[in-house]
Structure formats: structure tokens, C-alpha cells
């Protein structure tokens, strides 16, 4: 008799999700157990019994875990497919990689730099979910010359979609022709956060650029490439 377990852990097992995420995809109907399509959340399935399918193709818990830090360049979106036909952080891997990965969180479009993939659904959570508040450093450009009390405003948590940020690590590196490069720290992971945070104290982000994610360091790995974590990489946010 294989271990039971509730779906959403048997389609965060298998690599494709998140726990928070296969709720959504049961709710949407996309998945199926012994052929019945499955909408209620609770529903319980054995490991090596039970088969289970996610938009009609069998998956199975279980199977090698796989880590990656890739440096992703502008102009690549962090999904696994994109409605417009943009291209995705996934065309940069599937030719070395063949079993089915994901991003962990997101880059904007506009944005470069670390970007952390995975099949293991569960450490993707602990990766990216607010209450592990992993540290995220970014280099920003901004058009205009920021001021001391701007930078202690960016400090202390600015007001962004109506709820205030978590204080933030942030310093000038360089003011030049009318630009100030800043590096920033911050422990959250909300959408297009960076960029509207200094929106909210009048600058424009001209560039942006991620070079660490709790200990994985971006280093001197090529724009377009990725390597696979250290076994102490993928330990730490176990341990967080």
C-alpha cells in the first residue's frame, strides 16, 4: 500500500506546482483522479495507485529534483507559456533540460538577472512565500538624482497598492548625468515592487537588475545561461 495523501501534495510532489498553486488548478477542473475530474479541495490519493492527471497527462509524485539559478535576460517573461507568444525563461532551458521545470516568482519582462527554476513545488513555496522572507538584492537605475530623504523614505516602507512595504536595505552607489544607480534589499516579493516603490517618491526605474536571492548570487554566470545549485543552496531555504 503506497503513503495518501491530499491531491494538492501529490501535484506539489510531482513537481508541476505549489501546493497553493494545484488548489487553484483543482478548482479550475484541470485535474483528474482514476479518470473523474476533481473540483473540491481534501480529496485523497495513494502514491502509486491512484492516477492522477493535470490537463489531461498523467503525472507521478516523486522523481529527481531539480535546482537551477539562470541569469535571464530583458525581454524574457518568467512563465512557463505566454499568451502572447513572448518568449519565456523556458526557451532558455528545454533544450539542456528535459524534465518539466518552473520559475520560482517572477521578473518583469523589463527586468534582468537571477531567476531561480525547480520541479520540487514544495521548496518553491518556501522560496517564495512572504512569511520566509527571502532576501532579494537588486541594482536599480533611476532617472533623476535621488535625495537623502527620498532614500530614508525607501528605508522605511513607502505606501504601494495601498499597503506599506516592508522597511528596506538601500544605498547610492553612483549619481551621474542625471541618473543614480542604488543597490536595495528587500525581503518581500510583491508584484513589480521595486519599480513602484520608487515610482511612489518620483523615479522612474530605467534598469533594473537581480543578482541575489537569500545566499544563490548571481556571480559571473553569462546573461542567458544557468547552472545548478549547490546542495547548501538548496538546503538553506529548506532550513528557513
Known sequence: MGEIVRLQKYI???????????????????????????????????????????????????G????????????????????FERPTVMDLVEREINTRIFPVGRLDYETE???????????????????????????????????????NRIRRGVVIDGRKTHPAECEIMEIEMGMTLVEIIIHEGRNRQIRKMFEAIGHEVKKLRRTEVGIVT????????????TSSEVEYFNRK
Open 12 to 62: 506539489a510532489m510531482s513537481g508541476r506546482a505549489s501546493r497553493r498553486a494545484a488548489e487553484q488548478m483543482i478548482a479550475d477542473g484541470r485535474v483528474k483522479v482514476n479518470g473523474e475530474r476533481i473540483t473540491e479541495q481534501g480529496v485523497k490519493v495513494e502514491i502509486g495507485c491512484d492516477e492522477v492527471s493535470l490537463d489531461g497527462e498523467i503525472i507521478k509524485a516523486g
Open 64 to 83: 529527481k529534483k531539480i535546482y537551477i539559478a539562470l541569469n535571464k535576460p530583458e525581454g524574457y517573461v518568467t512563465t512557463v507559456k505566454d499568451q
Open 113 to 151: 538577472g537571477l531567476i531561480l527554476m525547480t520541479n520540487d513545488g514544495g521548496w518553491a513555496n518556501r522560496v517564495s512565500h512572504p512569511r520566509f522572507e527571502s532576501k532579494k538584492k537588486y541594482y536599480a537605475v533611476l532617472k533623476g538624482t535621488l535625495t537623502i530623504p527620498e532614500l
Open 218 to 229: 548571481l556571480g559571473n554566470l553569462p546573461e542567458g545561461r544557468w547552472r545548478y545549485l
